[in-house]
């Protein structure tokens, strides 16, 4: 599996649940703060509607089809 890691600084980061940081996925406050300001500013969009089958689709184009878990 892949490290993963802030979606601003790409800086390694720990998932809350195991023992990291409270500001997951981001490694700080100010890269929570970055994305924020990016979304109220319109620099991100969502142009598909993500149906459950779709998301699969992505996410083994991506290799991360794993980070899903087990089916229930």
């Known amino acids: ?3 993963l890691t802030c979606p601003i600084c790409r ?6 649940e195991t023992g990291g940081n409270r500001f997951f996925p981001f ?7 970055v994305d924020l300001l990016r ?3 319109g620099q991100y969009a969502i142009i598909d509607e993500l149906t459950p089958e779709r998301l699969v689709e992505e996410l ?4 991360r089809l794993d980070e899903l878990g087990p089916e229930e």
Do not use: A, I, L, T
């Open 1 to 3: 599996m892949r490290p």
């Open 11 to 16: 800086k390694p980061v720990v998932p809350y």
């Open 27 to 33: 490694c700080s406050e100010r890269c929570r703060q």
């Open 39 to 41: 979304w109220s500013k």
């Open 60 to 63: 083994e184009e991506q290799g």
